[in-house]
């Protein structure tokens, strides 16, 4: 945890203290009808003098972005969920849509966060899976290729096999392990094994294996009949045997046995898919002139820090769902600011909550982003430095109507500490003012360079150009 700095002229201590106190409700001081958040950040900018060089903040809010909803009267869970934070910064700074998802390129979190940290997806991008095994540690010949590896439910109906859960009810991380670990243990070879990860989310490692089938990512398949998608696994008769071992194992695992007792989705079968081989990122110190970190629960995050030479920083309680430990995020980000000038903090509940269909659920993820990130973060960067920008934004919509992810543009706010000191009203962060606004990024390159305030090469801007 940071050191607070003594600050003359400015009781930011206490401040920050009061807030912290009270970060449920609505802090509104009598006198000025103003919120006490804006009026913290106006002293500070009115009283101090810089406090150093200037840090970037990005915050991903993963597929927190949706289409309107009839039930909630024609508009999107972020126009209707409790969020001043992210109110805070579209009035003060700028709003605008940004094209994370490049033409012809599947809608995933690893291709828009890739492009949102700088990176060209159309020229580096191989796959999800061996983004997420970097994030293990896992060293990947030229010949390997890397499958991310889902526990998922099954389900014969009929002459159909339905996608029940692309999660196998967002399994516990210790029975994922026990039951990964029996499946290596009865199929594994030297040439395929499964590393077990968080919950329902592994690596299937192919040593000298084939990268060339179509796949398709279970949370993509929800409620479908999914023969034509689990028939494509024939093309590789190696893969499908390992595969076809892996759900004899399960089906009589007793863990699987308790679960149907209790009434849980049981993990039936695994999924491979989202297959590649290792990629070629650019040190991210190197091509951006920043010293970068990366705080998320989930691997594809990480991967991508490592990747690209970032500090990966883990948070213990992170889980990447509805009860991570969000408050945790922002004080790793604050005491890794001491020393790096950019951290990504990435939550992924109203993702998670999308790829279910709760609505409710997905409300209250944008609330508790909002409450205990994007708040929490204005209360404790002012104990640090009053020399910062916030970029907010999700890295894909997710909407409730298709519960998977959609290639539409992203609303995204950029707040500047020295920059943005005037009100320009009290503007709603969401999809529809994002949209009006004539501040669009055709690339999330673009949307990066324009928010660290630096170029991008002229070849990169070529090709931006050319598409």
Same mark, same amino acid.
């Given at each position: 945890m940071p050191k607070k700095k003594?600050?003359?002229?400015?009781?930011?201590?206490?401040?920050?203290?009061?807030?912290? !106190?009270?970060?449920? %409700?609505?802090?509104?001081?009598?006198?000025? !009808?103003?919120p006490t958040q804006t009026k913290v950040l106006k002293k500070k900018r009115e009283k101090l003098e810089p406090t150093g060089p200037r840090k970037y903040i990005m915050l991903i809010g993963d597929g927190m972005g949706d289409f309107m909803i009839k039930e909630l009267g024609w508009k999107t869970p972020l126009e209707?969920? &409790?969020?001043?934070?992210?109110?805070?910064?579209?009035?003060?700074? +700028?709003?605008?849509?940004?094209?994370? &998802?490049?033409?012809g390129m599947h809608p995933g979190s690893d291709v828009a966060i890739m492009g949102l940290l700088g990176y060209p997806p159309e020229e580096k /991008?191989?796959?999800?899976?061996?983004?997420?095994?970097?994030a293990r540690g896992i060293e990947l010949k030229p010949e390997d290729v890397a499958y991310r590896c889902n526990l998922v439910t099954l389900r014969l109906e009929g002459d159909e096999l339905i996608m029940e859960d692309y999660s196998a009810g967002h399994i516990d991380t210790e029975s994922a392990i026990e039951l990964i670990e029996a499946i290596n243990r009865v199929a594994g070879t030297d040439k395929v094994e499964i590393v077990p990860g968080v919950s329902y989310r592994h690596i299937l490692i192919w040593r000298g294996g084939s990268g060339g089938l179509q796949t398709y990512p279970p949370h993509d398949l929800i409620g479908k009949n999914v023969w034509f998608a689990f028939q494509a696994y024939d093309e590789e008769p190696y893969l499908k045997?390992?595969?076809? %071992?892996?759900?004899?194992?399960?089906?009589?695992?007793p863990i699987n046995q308790q679960r149907k007792l209790e009434n849980k989705p049981v993990a039936n079968a695994i999924w491979p898919w989202g297959q590649g081989r290792a990629p070629d990122l650019e040190p991210f110190e190197e091509k951006w002139g920043l010293k970068g970190a990366v705080i998320s629960a989930v691997d594809l995050i990480k991967g991508l820090g490592r990747l690209a030479k970032m500090t990966v920083i883990d948070v213990p309680g992170a889980t990447g769902y509805i009860d991570t430990n969000y408050e945790g995020k922002v004080d790793?980000?604050?005491?890794?600011?001491?020393?790096?000038?950019?951290?990504?903090?990435?939550? +992924? $509940?109203?993702?998670? $909550?999308?790829?279910?269909?709760?609505? +409710?659920?997905?409300?209250?993820?944008?609330? +508790?982003?909002?409450?205990?990130?994007?708040?929490?973060?204005?209360? #404790?960067?002012?104990?640090?430095?009053?020399?910062?920008?916030?970029?907010?934004?999700?890295?894909?919509?997710?909407? &409730?109507?298709?519960?998977?992810?959609?290639?539409?543009?992203?609303?995204?706010?950029?707040?500047?500490?020295?920059?943005?000191?005037? %009100?320009?009203?009290?503007?709603?962060?969401?999809? #529809?003012?994002? /949209?009006?606004?004539?501040? /669009?990024?055709?690339?999330? @390159?673009?949307?990066?360079? /324009?928010? &660290?305030?630096? @170029?991008?090469?002229?070849?990169?801007?070529?090709?931006? $150009?050319?598409?």
């Open positions: 003594k600050q003359e002229g400015v009781e930011v201590e206490a401040e920050v203290k009061t807030q912290k !106190k009270g970060r449920g %409700k609505s802090q509104v001081d009598e006198t000025t !009808k103003e209707v969920a &409790i969020t001043p934070g992210l109110d805070f910064l579209a009035s003060y700074g +700028e709003v605008g849509s940004c094209q994370t &998802i490049p033409h /991008y191989t796959g999800r899976g061996p983004i997420e095994a970097y045997e390992f595969i076809l %071992k892996a759900i004899a194992v399960l089906e009589k695992h790793y980000a604050i005491s890794a600011l001491e020393t790096h000038d950019f951290v990504l903090i990435h939550v +992924e $509940a109203p993702d998670e $909550a999308s790829h279910e269909g709760n609505l +409710e659920l997905k409300i209250k993820a944008i609330d +508790e982003f909002d409450r205990r990130v994007v708040r929490y973060l204005l209360e #404790r960067i002012v104990e640090l430095t009053d020399n910062y920008r916030i970029l907010a934004c999700c890295d894909h919509l997710t909407p &409730i109507s298709i519960r998977t992810h959609s290639t539409k543009p992203v609303p995204f706010v950029i707040y500047d500490s020295k920059l943005h000191t005037k %009100k320009k009203g009290d503007i709603k962060f969401c999809e #529809r003012v994002a /949209y009006e606004s004539p501040l /669009y990024f055709p690339s999330g @390159p673009e949307l990066f360079s /324009y928010f &660290i305030e630096r @170029p991008l090469k002229s070849e990169e801007v070529a090709e931006h $150009a050319g598409r």
